[in-house]
């Protein structure tokens, strides 16, 4: 069974920087593709990274400003999303999500999805 095991979430002040952590199991690391989403209140989920375990190739959407980035641990099998100049409007919950490759056809289509970590900024 896939899982995947979103933290690192929190209450984070405007202009700081965050690291949150997925640690994934029940599949093949080598397999899968793991991306990060998010989803606001009122809003469409939104594609923020994806990247290959396999090959520490990364992927990041045209919308997507700079201020995300995306890495791995193949030893402890976790993919991680450091935010950096965190703004209010980056307030929302925070998904990891696995699918097979390549990361460039999924969009916000991912098959497997953990159950997300609230991060919330303050101004």
């Known amino acids: 069974e896939v899982q995947l095991q979103a933290s690192g979430g929190g209450l984070v002040q405007a202009g700081g920087s965050l690291t949150l952590s997925c640690v994934v199991s029940g599949f093949s690391f080598d397999d899968y593709v793991i991306g990060w989403l998010r989803q606001a209140p009122g809003k469409e989920r939104e594609e923020l990274s994806c990247i290959s375990p396999k090959s520490g190739s990364t992927y990041y959407p045209g919308s997507v400003k700079g201020r995300f980035t995306i890495s791995v641990d193949t030893a402890k099998n976790t993919v991680y999303l450091q935010i950096h100049s965190l703004k209010p409007e980056d307030t929302a919950v925070y998904y990891c999500?696995?699918?097979?490759?390549?990361?460039?056809?999924?969009?916000?289509?991912?098959?497997?999805w953990g159950q997300g970590t609230q991060v919330t900024v303050s101004s």
């Open positions: 999500a696995a699918d097979l490759p390549p990361c460039i056809s999924l969009g916000t289509t991912f098959e497997n």
